[in-house]
């Protein structure tokens, strides 16, 4: 098994080999998800703590059942509602998890960074879900298992990531991935809403739309992140709609089997037309959704083999002492 790392903190600490490594095994768990039956025993007798301290039903209702389905014991902590609001800090949050046993943590935080502080003083897997503008790392392998299943691989494709760069996590992981899989990376967005130092990403940059979605195989689009804005980065969602938002007319410079994504949640009519979200034969918006499920069994199956081997060599250990 080419996979080795005790943490899911991101994309850019995975070799190629071990993304292939995870989207081989989310395939036989979308096979899983599609049965009459969908529960199996990778997990059994763990405990998996979700803890979100910024909101996604989403991503948090995908890690939930993924957990049930590996059999594993399931518990979201309400930390709006808990002591970190109260002015408890990370370091103290490791403390109270680490008295409670958890086997998998999935956390979800504002601040860059916050989920490899947690990492590195628990005693169990982690698994980020999304901190800051840093990465959201199951997002990107979820896409890259749309994008292999609809296109049949994962390598030497033209994908235009468009929107809201600057403020996007996705983005990021999804660039990481990308590259590490050689593939032609075209950001499309206006300049308010390109990162500093964009040139130094190896991509090709864009400001028109038409442009960049030229000969495209895969389509991307990104939520404007208006909670991550302090100023008017755009005119208004009327005109942002006009020069960046997906319609017919915009996606028919793509290629004519190019497929569209969105990691959702979507503004409609701002970033992306109803009808092309919708269109069955172009969007594969919803297949998102259901590999992202798929995805996170993957992940956490695959930490939890690890953690149970480091386990058992430190029982080993201790035996011989």
Do not use: W
Not at 228 to 247: C, K, N, Q, T, V
Not at 257 to 285: K, Q, Y
Not at 294 to 319: I, P, T
């Amino acid at each position: 098994m080419s996979f080795r790392a005790r943490h899911l903190l991101g994309i850019e600490q995975l070799s190629p080999a071990e993304i292939r490594t995870i989207l081989d095994l989310a395939d036989s768990y979308v096979d899983l998800n599609r049965r009459t039956v969908k529960r199996t025993d990778a997990l059994a007798g763990m405990t998996q703590i979700n803890m979100f301290f910024e909101n996604s039903t989403r991503t948090q209702a995908s890690f939930e059942l993924a957990g049930k389905r590996l059999g594993a014991d399931v518990m979201n902590m309400a930390v709006a509602q808990s002591s970190v609001k109260k002015g408890e800090t990370l370091i103290d949050t490791a403390l109270t998890l680490n008295a409670m046993h958890p086997d998998l943590l999935v956390v979800r935080h504002p601040s860059s960074g916050a989920v490899n502080l947690l990492a590195s003083k628990v005693n169990c897997a982690v698994l980020n879900a999304g901190d800051g503008r840093h990465e959201h790392p199951t997002q990107a392998l979820l896409d890259a298992l749309t994008i292999r299943r609809a296109k049949g691989r994962i390598q030497r494709l033209t994908v235009a990531i468009c929107g809201d760069i600057a403020h996007s996590r996705v983005a990021r992981s999804n660039l990481i991935l990308l590259g590490k899989m050689e593939n032609r990376i075209r950001l499309i967005g206006p300049p308010t809403l390109m990162p500093a130092g964009v040139a130094d990403f190896g991509c090709e940059i864009y400001d028109d739309m038409r442009r960049g979605l030229d000969g495209a195989d895969v389509v991307m689009m990104l939520r404007l992140q208006r909670e991550r804005m302090d100023g008017g980065f755009i005119p208004s969602e009327r005109e942002y709609f006009h020069r960046y938002g997906l319609d017919a007319e915009k996606l028919a410079v793509a290629k004519p089997d190019a497929i569209v994504m969105h990691p959702g949640p979507m503004n409609r009519g701002v970033e992306i037309d109803g009808t092309i979200a919708d269109d069955i034969n172009r969007s594969v918006i919803q297949e998102q959704v259901e590999m992202g499920v798929a995805v996170r069994m993957a992940c956490m199956d695959l930490l939890a083999r690890n953690l149970r081997a480091e386990r058992g060599r430190a029982a080993v250990g201790e035996a011989h002492a």
